[in-house]
């Protein structure tokens, strides 16, 4: 079985700075996939970087960078130059593939608020 | 493209009812699934399938069952509701490949009384 654990419940960040939101996983399999969600108050999921196991390189999407430590099971989000639109909780998740059929395991969560 | 719909936004259930909530993508996906987020939660799978025809557990498929008969749609049987149901439902589409990820509908807020 796969996990994934958020440490953080909520954190806090000044517009235009950067914050990275911690993810560290459990799995048993080489072959898998992290992803990162958003999801604001109005309760939509919305992917927004995806990372491979067997990616060289670390996925860059905009603004939001994803810090893959393939040895020490984490994939932390980082999201540079934030905005007021940032606030939202962030959600972590990991896919292990081949007869998984692309079903997700999820984190609890990080809440994350941007301040003016 | 709608992407994935889900229908309805929000549902108001006695104890001992039963409902199905609706879902349907037009995005020609292989993979369905049914997650559910209680408050301040992460996503549980409840059920998903493969194609048309194939469904199988997930993580929290008590008191919930599920079909597919075609490609496009995936509703989600509440069967004699009860308050641990209370959630928010999302259904979600995916291809079938490695980096795809989830497309999710906007969700249905259920409370059970």
């Known amino acids: 079985a796969q996990k994934i654990t958020q440490t953080q419940p909520g954190m806090f960040v000044q517009e235009k700075e950067a914050v990275t939101l911690d993810c560290t996983y459990d799995t048993s399999d080489p072959s898998y996939g992290l992803f990162w969600y958003k999801q604001p108050s109005s309760g939509e999921m919305i992917f927004l970087i995806y990372q491979g196991s067997y990616d060289q390189q670390n996925a860059t999407e905009g603004r939001y960078s994803l810090n893959f430590q393939k040895a020490r099971k984490s994939a932390n989000l980082v999201i540079s130059a934030s905005q007021l639109g940032d606030s939202a909780m962030y959600f972590c998740?990991?896919?292990?593939?081949?007869?998984?059929?692309?079903?997700?395991?999820f984190g609890q969560g990080t809440i994350l608020t941007v301040h003016p | 493209n709608a992407g994935v719909t889900q229908t309805p936004k929000f549902r108001i259930l006695k104890i001992g009812q039963s409902m199905t909530l609706q879902c349907a993508q037009d995005?020609?996906?292989?993979?369905m699934y049914w997650y559910r987020q209680d408050p301040g939660m992460g996503l549980k799978l409840i059920y998903y399938s493969v194609g048309a025809g194939i469904t199988d557990k997930g993580e929290v498929p008590n008191g919930y069952n599920v079909s597919r008969s075609t490609t496009e749609d995936f509703p989600l049987r509440l069967e004699l509701a009860a308050p641990s149901q209370t959630s928010v439902y999302f259904c979600?589409?995916?291809?079938?490949?490695?980096?795809?990820?989830?497309?999710f509908g906007n969700g249905t807020r259920l409370t059970v009384t």
């Open positions: 995005m020609n996906h292989n993979y």
């Open positions: 979600a589409s995916s291809y079938r490949q490695q980096n795809s990820p989830l497309h």
């Open positions: 998740a990991i896919g292990v593939f081949g007869t998984s059929y692309g079903k997700l395991t």
